[in-house]
């Protein structure tokens, strides 16, 4: 399906001016001709020389072991490579045909792909398409049933969200940083808000809940589109790897995730009042790609990451949020994918895209209940990386050889991100998918930031003299000393990427430095402790950390104006 999960209804292909989308239209709804395929054909992201395009095929005909889609080009807009299907050209005319792995499509049954393209001039939609011969989205004259079966019923979405929408400001994190010095100059941005225990729905505290940040959001919506950025955070047996995220629930308690904690949030999402809001909920940071990376012999294993494994409660917990939140019409699934330090080498990445389609094929959900991915949500990788590239040599040697790398296939999120959406519509979520990337905290600047490359004299002078991520080592999580603002929240700020965010609000801690009794169910995590030396999931390295850390999420002042010291792009 594509990212608007709408089936194309009926007789005319329509271009949607600035969105880009072929869409349908359905004279009347009378129910009495017969389509017997649709193609929603979707430009992504366009800029002056090229664009990104999603294409959705559904059969209405007979089901189809292969299968073959084309139309023509009237501009000079030609396919520069592709994805889920084998794409080639002629002059004008476009064949799209059947991976090996995709081949079959049944009856009401719906295949995507996407490529990448370039133009000059305009980027007209093309007006036909067929499926094996058979011209799509126009009446075959049977007289059959006008409305395919549409995959999902809770009706049309945007494509992206984030587009041509303003961002809620989280009125008590804003009043936080607002009482900072110097903080004002960053006060009116967008973060998510985290409900990262049962107690957070209603308010913690005497604190705002659900309810209370949407009316809110509500009112600083106005006229226009206004989207509300939510973390759904409560897993069983959260965050298998590291005690200061730990969460409220034991490792078998999917029953009160399910009822106490997913389905209140999913009645009030689906309220009529909210139904004009944007809703983008990221759902479970830092638990899928545990499942990968810290089971069974890693050296990296925990004994609670490879319960967490068996009993498959991430993959059923995941799948039911999915599932029940996707419900409202006006929500935006987009699950957490990690950051390229976590999951950017080979033998983790096509691995953590497979554990991410379990979860979104579990109790209940399809991928078409997931809209998009955030990579590095309240982590510390560098989006950019412009004084080397993991093409690079120095010293006779590549840049993956350096201790820094040590072998990973991405040095930023930029491109992880843009790589790992490639893989994930390989391994079968829809072509359409976004990414979002969490920028609140890796901007590296202030005197620290590296002007140019390092030396060419080995590789490992050459890498590290010219990284703006200055991190010991890139599994260094919690707190990290010498860290800046990053890139401010955008829409649509690169290919395939639908925005940069501020998911994790600047100022709020990671873990507490020291042991702190809690009633929240965190624990006391060595990597937030600056004396701590390391462990496999760090090389063995310093921690990096702040001292002097409060438990986290709670607000740690000294870190606030670290970040904002380093920001960069700087603050003025």
Not at 143 to 167: I, L, R
Not at 259 to 277: G, R, V
Not at 490 to 513: F, L, M, R, T
């Amino acid at each position: 399906m594509s990212r608007t999960r709408t089936a194309m209804l009926a007789a005319l292909a329509l271009v949607a001016g600035a969105s880009g989308t072929a869409l349908a239209a359905d004279p009347g709804g009378i129910g009495t001709a017969a389509v017997p395929c649709t193609v929603d054909y979707k430009v992504q992201n366009q800029w002056d020389t090229g664009f990104t395009a999603a294409v959705t095929v559904t059969n209405q005909g007979t089901a189809k072991s292969n299968w073959s889609v084309k139309w023509s080009y009237a501009g000079n807009q030609k396919v520069t490579s592709g994805w889920n299907a084998r794409i080639s050209q002629s002059g004008a005319d476009v064949t799209a045909a059947n991976e090996t792995y995709n081949g079959t499509l049944s009856t009401g049954g719906s295949v995507s792909f996407g490529f990448q393209g370039s133009y000059s001039g305009t980027n007209a939609i093309p007006a036909t398409f067929t499926l094996d011969g058979v011209t799509c989205n126009v009446d075959d004259g049977s007289g059959g049933p006008t409305d395919p079966p549409d995959p999902d019923p809770t009706g049309p979405k945007v494509d992206n969200p984030y587009s041509g929408a303003k961002v809620y400001v989280n009125p008590e994190w804003s009043a936080k940083a607002a009482a900072e010095p110097g903080g004002s100059r960053i006060a009116g941005q967008p973060t998510g808000v985290w409900l990262d225990r049962i107690a957070a729905i209603n308010g913690v505290n005497g604190g705002m809940g659900l309810r209370d940040h949407l009316d809110e959001a509500l009112t600083q919506k106005g006229s226009g589109e206004l989207v509300v950025q939510l973390v759904i955070y409560n897993l069983p047996g959260r965050d298998c790897a590291a005690l200061a995220s730990n969460g409220e629930l034991g490792p078998t308690e999917l029953g009160r995730y399910k009822t106490e904690y997913i389905d209140p949030i999913a009645a009030i999402l689906a309220d009529p009042k909210y139904a004009s809001l944007r809703i983008v909920t990221t759902i479970e940071i830092d638990s899928l790609p545990n499942l990968v990376t810290n089971t069974g012999s890693r050296p990296t294993a925990t004994p609670q990451c490879d319960v967490m494994k068996a009993n498959g409660n991430y993959q059923k917990g995941v799948g039911y949020a999915l599932n029940k939140l996707g419900d409202a019409a006006n929500v935006y699934n987009y699950i957490d994918a990690g950051h390229h330090g976590w999951i950017g080498w080979d033998d983790n990445f096509a691995a953590s895209a497979t554990v991410m389609k379990e979860a979104a094929t579990s109790e209940g959900a399809t991928v078409n209940d997931v809209h998009g991915f955030i990579a590095n949500t309240a982590n510390y990788s560098a989006l950019k990386e412009n004084n080397f590239t993991i093409n690079d040599s120095a010293g006779g040697k590549s840049v993956r050889e350096s201790k820094w790398v040590d072998w990973n296939r991405y040095v930023d999120e930029l491109s992880f991100a843009q790589g790992f959406r490639n893989q994930l519509v390989t391994t079968g979520f829809n072509s359409g998918i976004g990414m979002l990337i969490d920028t609140s905290r890796n901007g590296w600047g202030g005197s620290a930031r590296p002007a140019g490359p390092g030396a060419t004299t080995d590789v490992d002078t050459y890498v590290n003299g010219g990284r703006y991520d200055r991190r010991i080592h890139v599994g260094n999580w919690c707190n990290q000393s010498g860290a800046g603002l990053g890139e401010r929240p955008q829409a649509n700020p690169a290919a395939g990427i639908d925005a940069y965010v501020w998911i994790k609000p600047p100022g709020e801690s990671d873990g507490a430095s020291q042991e702190i009794p809690n009633d929240e169910g965190k624990g006391f995590d060595r990597m937030c402790d600056p004396t701590y030396t390391g462990n496999p999931r760090n090389g063995n390295n310093m921690s990096g950390s702040l001292p002097n850390a409060p438990l986290s999420g709670h607000w740690f002042s000294a870190q606030f104006q670290q970040l904002m010291q380093n920001a960069y792009p700087p603050l003025s």
